[in-house]
């Protein structure tokens, strides 16, 4: 710095420089603090955690009427469930069935209305043919006797 207290250029661009690389060395000091940091934090939250998780399974029996409490718990639950099930369970039986007399049914009414409708067209085929058979018998008939 000169003896008048003004800066120059080169020392305020070397002053720049060490600063950014006392950043940089900072930052990484700080990266590596950190990750130190989470490889030690992560193992010791996922210990209490399950030591949490095992208190809270071993605790119910520790008493008598504590695990008669919990069985009684357990009980109506699993009660609860399976009346859950069976309601699902009829009601998709009964569903079922629903749909299955449904389509039987109109498989039925298709299956009769296909059925009269050929009855009908073999009655007016049948009634045609024995029509077209006299006339064509009266008119042979009638040839034979101008022949004869």
């Known amino acids: 710095m000169p003896a008048n207290g003004t800066k120059t250029a080169s020392n305020t661009a070397g002053g720049t420089a060490q600063a950014e690389r006392r950043n940089a060395t900072d ?6 603090r950190q990750t130190a940091e989470r490889s030690v934090d992560v193992p010791v939250g996922a210990v209490l955690t399950a030591a949490d998780r095992v208190t809270e399974v071993v605790e119910p029996w520790t008493s008598r009427t504590a695990a008669q409490r ?10 609860r469930e399976f009346n859950r099930l069976e309601r699902r369970g009829t009601s998709a039986r009964r569903k079922a069935t629903q749909r299955a007399r449904t389509t039987r049914n109109r498989f039925r009414r298709d299956l009769t ?3 009269r409708s050929v009855e009908r067209t073999l009655k007016q085929n ?3 043919v ?3 058979v ?4 009266t ?3 009638e040839r ?3 022949f004869v």
Not at 70 to 79: A, C, M, N, Y
Not at 134 to 137: I, M, Q, S
């Open 126 to 128: 049948r009634a045609q």
């Open 144 to 146: 034979v006797t101008t």
């Open 130 to 132: 024995t029509r077209r």
């Open 113 to 115: 209305q296909r059925r």
């Open 27 to 32: 930052s990484a000091v700080a990266y590596v």
């Open 70 to 79: 919990e069985l009684k718990t357990i009980r109506t639950q699993v009660t």
């Open 134 to 137: 006299r006339k064509a018998r």
């Open 139 to 141: 008119s042979v008939q």
